[in-house]
């Protein structure tokens, strides 16, 4: 079972994980696979970015309607909106919005005001789009061109300068959507090729300008973007007009001193989960000399690292074919000092663990990484809240008494509360206790706003099963 977005969510933090959630079901049985075009010119196509995510597939959706303009708003800096409710919400919905001048077009830049006639801040505009609205910047200084630039400046900068990645890896997220106020934009670094993940018409008319910007400033020459085809249609995109790239096929990378291959043909997202890096890291270091099973492993990264930093014995599960090749091809470039004894098995990841719990096989340490499971609000967040439920059931049950268990959600709809409580309601289903250790998230590469707690997609409970 395996792979990550992102995100249903109303931005862009995105996980980029949805294709996982497409693969896997609580019966083991496996759903048709939603058909995603990825295209740069090349012969290719990253846990945020929501839109993208979340759109309908129908081909137009009716624009806001035509309000009579505010008393005053002759004075207002044109193209202009305005809200009628307050909201810090990067994604503002149609309800949400008041009168709109006359001038304002599609992926434009439009100037927001509040609903008491003051200028609250700035975005892009598509009255097409199921989020007419994405606020780039709050304040009372009409946004321009230069100010977005200035954004992609600062996101680069906060990567390199700041966080200093590039002493630990050549592949880490550079945009990360609505976080870093470029609403519609993922943007991964993979060496010297850029994955792009583009879900609104505003930022797709701006690809041109700010691709060589983007290029210069992460020292990077190719690049590589995906849109999602009910986007396109919903936006208006026309995704025949992407700016030309050299080819991309794979492309190899460095993380931690760890070599990988990114297909961005097969892979999922923007390529690869560059969200769990510390995460894999820091799972690696407490497995010395320990039994793991990882399951939904998709290209072997947490089991890579586990082995090479001394685990005894790995077992690497993933549904995707294609990602267990790829992972057995990562293991192979790190197997200086012999092969990398890692036993990769295609199978589901429900099926398995009921195979290893009616086996009664049990590991050291169990991670279970599974793709999105919550697509939706209501019926469809309960549904994928029990699939995490049964899934944690099955995880916990391979667990060895004092052994660690590692567990994961890249689901942006559920908050950090709602899935501890699902791991707790589930090893108390089965009598057994935890000892709650720490709940991690993401690399600082992958901020969300205090404003938009949906962007807070990735969460990792960490915990000992001490009966």
């Given at each position: 079972m395996n792979t990550r977005s992102g995100r249903t969510d109303c931005g862009d933090s995105p996980d980029p994980r949805n294709e996982r959630s497409r693969r896997y079901s609580a019966d083991?049985?496996?759903?048709?696979?939603?058909?995603?075009?990825?295209?740069?010119?090349s012969d290719a196509a990253s846990r945020m970015p929501g839109n993208a995510r979340n759109a309908s597939a129908a081909p137009h959706r009716e624009a806001p309607q035509r309000r009579e303009a505010p008393e005053g708003s002759e004075q207002w800096v044109r193209p202009?909106?305005?809200?009628?409710?307050?909201?810090?919400?990067?994604?503002?919905?149609?309800?949400?919005?008041?009168?709109?001048?006359?001038?304002?077009?599609?992926?434009?830049?439009?100037?927001?005001?509040?609903?008491?006639?003051?200028l609250f801040g700035g975005g892009t505009w598509n009255p097409r789009s199921r989020t007419p609205l994405r606020m780039m910047r709050h304040g009372s200084e009409p946004l321009g061109e230069a100010d977005l630039e200035e954004a992609l400046r600062r996101a680069v900068a906060w990567r390199r300068e700041s966080c200093r990645l590039d002493e630990v890896s050549n592949a880490y997220r550079v945009i990360h959507g609505d976080s870093d106020g470029l609403g519609?934009?993922?943007?991964?670094?993979?060496?010297?090729?850029?994955?792009?993940?583009?879900?609104?018409?505003?930022?797709?008319?701006?690809?041109g300008r700010w691709l060589p910007l983007l290029h210069e400033l992460c020292g990077t020459s190719r690049h590589v973007i995906t849109v999602d085809e009910a986007v396109a249609r919903m936006e208006g995109i026309d995704r025949d007009t992407a700016p030309p790239s050299a080819p991309v096929g794979k492309v190899r990378i460095v993380e931690h001193g760890v070599?990988?291959?990114?297909?961005?043909?097969?892979?999922?997202?923007?390529?690869?989960?560059?969200?769990?890096?510390?995460?894999?890291?820091?799972?690696?270091?407490?497995?010395?000399?320990?039994?793991?099973?990882?399951?939904?492993?998709y290209s072997g990264g947490f089991s890579i690292q586990a082995r090479l930093h001394g685990a005894a014995e790995v077992t690497a599960?993933?549904?995707?074919?294609?990602?267990?090749?790829?992972?057995?091809?990562?293991?192979?470039?790190?197997?200086?000092?012999?092969?990398?004894?890692?036993?990769?098995?295609?199978?589901?990841?429900?099926?398995?663990?009921?195979q290893m719990?009616?086996?009664?096989?049990?590991?050291?340490?169990?991670?279970?990484?599974?793709?999105?499971?919550?697509?939706?609000?209501?019926?469809?967040?309960?549904?994928?809240?029990?699939?995490?439920?049964?899934?944690?059931?099955?995880?916990?049950?391979?667990?060895?008494?004092?052994?660690?268990?590692v567990t994961c959600s890249c689901s942006g709809l559920v908050s950090p509360a709602e899935?501890?409580?699902?791991?707790?309601?589930?090893?108390?289903?089965?009598?057994?206790?935890l000892q709650i250790l720490e709940m991690t998230g993401p690399g600082w590469d992958h901020p969300f706003l205090s404003t938009y707690p949906e962007g807070r997609y990735l969460k990792v409970l960490w915990a000992r099963v001490i009966s």
């Open positions: 083991g049985k496996r759903p048709e696979r939603r058909i995603e075009r990825r295209f740069a010119r202009w909106v305005q809200l009628k409710y307050f909201t810090y919400n990067p994604a503002v919905f149609p309800r949400m919005l008041g009168a709109v001048s006359p001038d304002a077009e599609a992926g434009g830049l439009i100037n927001v005001y509040d609903k008491n006639g003051e519609g934009l993922i943007v991964d670094r993979y060496a010297d090729v850029l994955s792009l993940e583009v879900s609104t018409l505003g930022v797709w008319q701006r690809l070599n990988f291959e990114v297909d961005f043909v097969q892979g999922h997202k923007t390529g690869f989960f560059c969200d769990q890096r510390d995460n894999r890291l820091k799972l690696a270091g407490l497995a010395r000399g320990k039994s793991l099973l990882d399951l939904c492993c599960v993933d549904l995707d074919e294609k990602a267990i090749a790829m992972a057995k091809r990562n293991a192979n470039l790190n197997a200086e000092g012999g092969p990398l004894r890692i036993d990769f098995v295609h199978a589901d990841a429900f099926v398995y663990a009921r719990v009616r086996n009664g096989r049990s590991f050291d340490i169990v991670l279970l990484d599974p793709p999105k499971f919550v697509l939706g609000r209501d019926e469809e967040k309960e549904e994928g809240l029990r699939k995490y439920h049964d899934l944690n059931m099955l995880g916990l049950q391979c667990v060895k008494r004092g052994g660690l268990f899935f501890e409580k699902v791991v707790i309601k589930a090893a108390q289903r089965l009598g057994r206790r």
